[in-house]
C-alpha cells in the first residue's frame, strides 16, 4: 500500500497535509519495520529448529504464534481471579446461612 501525495494534492492542497503524508509515511515504515522484525524471529525458530534436530539436539519449533498483546492475557487472568473469588465468596455464604 503505497502513501503519496498525488500532484494537485501537492500544488493545489492544504499545505499542512505534506505534514501528514509525511508522519503517515513514517508510521507505515515503524509498521513494516516492527513485520520484518517479527518474520525474523519465525525464520529464526523455525532454524534453531531444524540445525538442532540435524545436531541431536532436539529443539522445536514454538507452538504457537507470539504473543503479541500480553496485556489482553493479564485482564483475562483479572477477570478469572475475580470470577474465582466471587465463587467462593458465595460458597462460603451459603455454607454459612446452612449452619444457621
Known amino acids: 500500500m503505497a502513501i503519496g501525495m498525488t ?3 501537492f ?3 492544504d499545505p499542512w497535509m505534506v ?3 509525511e508522519k503517515a509515511y513514517e508510521l ?3 509498521i513494516l519495520n516492527q513485520q520484518m522484525w517479527l518474520q525474523g524471529l519465525y525464520i529464526q525458530s523455525a532454524v534453531q529448529s531444524v540445525v538442532g534436530t540435524a545436531l541431536g539436539k532436539r529443539t522445536e519449533y514454538i ?3 507470539l504473543n503479541l498483546h ?8 483479572r477477570q478469572k481471579a ?3 473469588f466471587e ?3 458465595l460458597a462460603w455464604m451459603r455454607k454459612g446461612e446452612a449452619n444457621g
Do not use: H, L, N, S
Open 28 to 30: 507505515k515504515k515503524d
Open 70 to 77: 500480553p496485556e489482553k492475557d493479564k485482564e483475562k487472568a
Open 7 to 9: 500532484y494537485e494534492q
Open 19 to 21: 505534514k501528514t503524508f
Open 82 to 84: 475475580i470470577q474465582t
Open 11 to 13: 500544488w493545489y492542497g
Open 87 to 89: 465463587a467462593m465468596r
Open 63 to 65: 507452538k504457537q504464534p
